[in-house]
C-alpha cells in the first residue's frame, strides 16, 4: 500500500483529500504545518508528498527542497496562485507536478495515481542488466540512476533524469513539448507544458559546460527539443 504526507493547514481541505485518497486504497498522514511536515518526512517511508505552498513557518518551496535533497519520490505542490513565477520556482526546486486550487478530489487522485504508476515502472529495475549511455563525456547509468559529466557525477531529480534519459535515447530526434510531456508526465490534458522547459533549462545548468552553446541538448526554435549525438 503506497503512503502518502499530506501537508495542509487547511483541516476541512486535508481530511477531504485524505478520505479520498484512503477510499482508493492509500495511507494517508496530514501535518498541519510545514515543520510538522519535516519531521515526518524525515523519517522517511513515504511514497508520494502533497505540499501546500502557503504553509505558516516553513513554507511549501522550502519542505520542497529539503525534502528533495534526500529523496527521489513524487511531489505535488497545491497552490491558491495561478501566477506562473509560482510554479517555476515549485518546478525548479524538483516538484513533479503542481495543482492550483480550487480542484476536484477526482484531480487529485488522478495525478497521484499517474506519478505514482510512473515512478514504480520507472524504478523497476531489480535483475535487469546494466545500461549505460555515453556521449562526449556525458555518461547515463540507467540501473543505478546517476549521471556523470567528464567523470563528475551530477545530481538530478527524477523528473530530470527521465527527461534526460528518454531524450538521450532518441538522439538526433527532435521532439515537441507536448510530446515530451505526454512521455516523461504520463498526462495529455493535465499540468503545463511549461513545466518541460523549466526542465530543460535545470538539466543544461548541470550537464552543459555552456548554457548559451549546449551540446548536448539543443532547442529547435518553433519546433522543440533534440538530443545532438
Known amino acids: 500500500m503506497n503512503k502518502i504526507l499530506i501537508v495542509e493547514d487547511d483541516i476541512s481541505i486535508a481530511e477531504l483529500e485524505k478520505d479520498y485518497l484512503e477510499l482508493s486504497s492509500f495511507e494517508v498522514q496530514i501535518a498541519g504545518d510545514g515543520e510538522t511536515g519535516w519531521e515526518l518526512a524525515r523519517q522517511g517511508g513515504f511514497d508520494l508528498y502533497i505540499l501546500d505552498v502557503m504553509l505558516p513557518g ?29 510554479k517555476i520556482r515549485g518546478l525548479g526546486l524538483g516538484a513533479d507536478d503542481y495543482i492550483t486550487k480550487p480542484f476536484s478530489p477526482g484531480e487529485l487522485l488522478a495525478r497521484v495515481k ?24 556525458l555518461k547515463i547509468d540507467r540501473t543505478a540512476r546517476r549521471v556523470w559529466v567528464n567523470g ?48 530543460i533549462k535545470k538539466i543544461r545548468e548541470k550537464i552543459e559546460l555552456n548554457i548559451s552553446r549546449p551540446q548536448y541538448i539543443e532547442t529547435i526554435w518553433g519546433v522543440g527539443y533534440r538530443f545532438r549525438m
Request: aromatic share 6%; hydrophobic share 40%.
Open 152 to 199: 563528475e557525477e551530477v545530481s538530478l531529480t527524477g523528473r530530470e533524469y527521465e527527461l534526460l534519459t528518454f531524450l538521450a535515447m532518441n538522439p538526433n530526434r527532435v521532439f515537441s513539448k507536448q510530446e515530451l510531456f505526454k512521455n516523461i508526465w504520463g498526462m495529455e490534458s493535465m499540468g503545463d507544458v511549461a513545466t518541460v522547459t523549466v526542465h
Open 114 to 137: 499517474a506519478h505514482l504508476g510512473r515512478y514504480d515502472r520507472l524504478t523497476g529495475v531489480q535483475g535487469v542488466r546494466n545500461e549505460v549511455i555515453e556521449i562526449r563525456g
Open 58 to 86: 516553513l513554507d511549501g518551496f522550502e519542505l520542497l527542497s529539503r525534502i528533495r535533497q534526500t529523496q527521489d519520490v513524487p511531489i505535488l505542490l497545491v497552490t491558491a496562485k495561478k501566477d506562473d513565477i509560482d
